[in-house]
Nanobody
Framework: QLHLVESGGGLVQAGDSLRLSCAAS????????LGWFRQAPGKEREFVAGINWSGGATYYADSVKGRFTISRDNAKNTVYLQMNSLKSEDTAVYYC?????????????????????WGQGTQVTVYS
């Protein structure tokens, strides 16, 4: 069982960058697909990015493609989300999550119902 803790959120101006980190404990981290999701006030939690166990496969929501980069360091049990060119619409609580499946299918990786372990979230606020 994984335990996930996000950090790195904050208040930034539009156009700035932030890097979120998600530190994991648990012996299954290095074999787990991980994802980043976000939830804005009054909206449903939405998929942002996913990465497979090796880092060799990634997938992004269209809204962040080209601006955000997901990566992982299995030696440090950490997954990252580099967010560049931030916009006000990126304002949300960001969560990392562990995928409960074992096979990389994009249609499943982008579904929040396929994740069974979640962190507590970190707030990102972008002002213009």
């Amino acid at each position: 069982q994984l335990h996930l803790v996000e950090s790195g959120g904050g208040l930034v101006q539009a156009g700035d960058s932030l890097r979120l980190s998600c530190a994991a404990s648990g012996r299954t981290f290095s074999v787990s697909t991980l994802g980043w999701f976000r939830q804005a006030p009054g909206k449903e939690r939405e998929f942002v990015a996913g990465i497979n166990w090796s880092g060799g496969a990634t997938y992004y929501a269209d809204s962040v493609k080209g601006r955000f980069t997901i990566s992982r360091d299995n030696a440090k049990n950490t997954v990252y989300l580099q967010m560049n060119s931030l916009k006000s619409e990126d304002t949300a609580v960001y969560y990392c999550a562990a995928f409960k499946g074992t096979t990389w299918y994009v249609v499943r990786v982008r579904s929040r119902n396929e994740y069974d372990t979640w962190g507590q979230g970190t707030q990102v606020t972008v002002y213009s």
